[in-house]
């Protein structure tokens, strides 16, 4: 169960702020709320299963258990208190992905398996030895490291950075994710950007050489006492070649890696987002703490809200305040789903740190536009209109034709949507359908709102899987209703999205 954790109305010009969450399901909270210690030997991983103490003991796991416990403990000791959730956040993203790798072991007893599970415990030892002792480095230049591997930063000629990365996600047997490349990135504004030629991009002798229009790209900024690096999309990056056989992993927090003798002035301040980053409740304010893009987006999207309220009626107001709880309940839902994806069934368990970083985002600015661009004024139908749950774009003709395309969801189901695909004409101001039925498809205008298919409310409730002569106007269950209460939202490029993308 989940209770809302974010939105109180507080005033007429209500605030989103933090409330105490009451119930929530455990892969929507703060990994940083997980223990830290290791559990491999002898008790029940998290996956269910454990490598038998003999074992451990015979191979040294536990020693080596012990050991990355006492440097973590030593590194979070160092750490700001800000910085100390996202620090216990990749140990815990570690201890998942040690946990998967245990499970193998179990079952499957060969050398090189042990070899690479022991290599990997020693790796992460060093790791936070190294992290424990680059708190309070200044500036981009060194090495930078997380559970997942490392990057290096080094100075260049006039300004240019070289950038090598070396991604080591060991998930056990062939469940990896391994990425090594190079590139250079400028200064533009608080970030370092530039693009990333991919090992496979040149042609093979004697073809002609084809460079894709859009290469994937790479920004990096401190967030305070970390390292935020964003993957940018290219145009097709699904096939990187032998030594990145992942992209995508590199999007992250990353902590100075010991002492740099490059040092450097640059912006290095924390972006905070509107509640408190010493203690993140759910996942997706872990992730938002850790990037100063998801921050801004946060603080935007409160001026936003506290600057909108005012303007409206009290029907309307009522409405989106109810809307924007709906909507803090999908942000938070939207990182742990994309980050852990259920519908990637093989490999789910691995994690997708840029897909979930990049809906969030999206949601985010979604919902900034909609805020922002208000559109109280508009009188009829034609527009687009969204809410937290359903989107539909509006036009009408000359002629006083009215065609209206979009969907509702169920956050997090994407196989329960409803497909909103209306045709009709406005008589005497109202929506006819073209459809002929007991339940046809309907718009109206209630204040600021729209409100599609008010009927099938009613209608879904008496819908079963044999008596029925009403055809069901969502996918999967007759029981689902297509009704839904929008908003009226201008033109952009974060709401023109009905491919369900972000969801």
């Not at 990997?120 to 030892?125: E, K, N």
């Not at 969030?360 to 208000?374: K, T, Y």
């Not at 099938?456 to 079963?464: G, L």
Request: with cysteine; glycine share 6%; charged share 25%.
């Amino acid at each position: 169960m989940f209770a809302p954790f974010r939105l109180a109305l507080v005033t007429a010009t209500a605030l989103l702020v933090p409330v105490t969450c009451h119930a929530m399901d455990d892969f929507l909270r703060a990994a940083s709320t997980a223990p830290t210690a290791i559990t491999l030997c002898g008790k029940a991983n998290g996956n269910g299963s454990a490598i038998k103490p003999a074992a451990c003991q015979e191979r040294g796991y536990d020693r080596l258990v012990a050991a990355i416990d006492k440097s973590f403990d030593a590194a979070l000791a160092r750490a700001p208190v800000n910085i100390r959730p996202l620090l216990k956040r990749d140990e815990a993203w570690f201890n998942e992905m040690i946990s998967q790798a245990a499970d193998t072991v179990q079952e499957v007893d060969e050398a090189e398996l042990r070899d690479n599970f022991a290599a990997t415990l020693r790796q992460r030892q060093a790791a936070l030895d190294e992290i424990a002792g680059g708190f309070g480095r200044s500036g981009f230049s060194g090495k930078w490291a997380n559970a997942f591997g490392s990057l290096t930063l080094s100075p260049d000629a006039n300004g240019v950075r070289h950038l090598t990365i070396d991604m080591r996600a060991y998930y056990g047997s062939d469940r990896h994710r391994q990425c090594k490349l190079s590139t250079t990135v400028t200064k533009a504004g608080n970030w370092l950007s530039g693009s990333i030629q991919l090992p496979n991009a040149a042609s093979p002798a004697g073809q002609q050489q084809t460079k894709p229009a859009k290469l994937p790209a790479i920004k990096l900024r401190r967030q305070g006492e970390t390292l935020r690096v964003v993957m940018i999309d290219g145009d097709d990056t699904t096939e990187e070649g032998d030594d990145c056989d992942y992209l995508w992993q590199i999007t992250g927090t990353y902590f100075a890696s010991g002492t740099s003798g490059d040092a450097d002035k640059t912006e290095a301040s924390f972006v905070a987002p509107t509640f408190d980053c010493v203690r993140p409740v759910t996942a997706t304010d872990e992730e938002i703490c850790s990037d100063p893009d998801l921050a801004e987006n946060d603080q935007r999207l409160n001026r936003a809200w506290k600057a909108l309220l005012p303007r409206l009626d009290d029907v309307t107001r009522r409405a989106l305040t109810e809307d924007q709880r709906n909507w803090v309940q999908a942000q938070t839902m939207q990182f742990p789903e994309f980050l852990h994806p259920a519908w990637e069934k093989r490999s789910s368990e691995m994690h997708a740190t840029a897909s979930g970083r990049d809906h969030v985002d999206a949601l985010q600015r979604e919902r900034i536009a909609l805020l922002e661009g208000f559109d109280d004024k508009r009188e009829g139908l034609p527009g687009i209109w969204l809410a937290h749950n359903a989107i539909l774009k509006v036009t009408i003709d000359k002629t006083g034709r009215l065609t209206a395309h979009g969907w509702k969801w169920d956050q997090g189901d994407w196989k329960a949507g409803c497909d909103y695909d209306m045709t009709g004409k406005m008589a005497g101001g109202s929506f006819r359908a073209d459809e002929q039925r007991k339940n046809p498809d309907t718009l109206e205008r209630d204040h600021a709102m729209l409100v599609v298919n008010r009927l099938d409310d009613a209608f879904a409730n008496k819908r079963t899987g044999k008596d029925t002569d009403d055809e069901a106007k969502c996918r999967r269950r007759l029981d689902n209703s297509s009704t839904a209460r929008l908003f009226p939202a201008r033109a952009s490029p974060d709401i023109d999205n009905f491919s369900g993308s972000i969801r």
